[in-house]
């Protein structure tokens, strides 16, 4: 039960914490789309997480609502299903990696790279 309290808190403050602050932070700083590409320049940096904030956010509040929705079923779920959540919330930050990724590039082809 404290296990899975922590964790999903945790995987939620980290991708709450990518939306809304990782856009306006220093790449060299802040978790978040850690490719060659994102991190070739503060700007590439800010243009791949502005471009995902929104879907970060709502992983984030997916990640919240696992967390409530086990709260009110009294955490009476198996281990499987646990890490079922778990899958789901994380493979939805593959799609993120790969927009942020492009648009990272996209920034860097407008710049004249």
Do not use: C
């Amino acid at each position: 039960m404290i296990f899975m309290t922590v964790t999903l808190t945790l995987f939620g403050l980290l991708f709450l914490f990518m939306g809304l602050v990782a856009p306006r932070g220093d790449y060299r700083k802040f978790p978040g789309i850690n490719t060659p590409t994102t991190t070739a320049s503060k700007g590439a940096w800010q243009a791949a997480h502005r471009t995902v904030s929104t879907i970060n956010v709502f992983i984030a509040i997916y990640f919240f609502g696992a967390l409530g929705a086990l709260w009110l079923a009294s955490f009476q779920i198996t281990g499987r299903t646990f890490f079922a959540i778990l899958m789901v919330g994380l493979l939805m930050f593959v799609p993120v990696i790969l927009v942020g990724n492009r648009a990272a590039q996209q920034y860097l082809d407008g710049e004249g790279r």
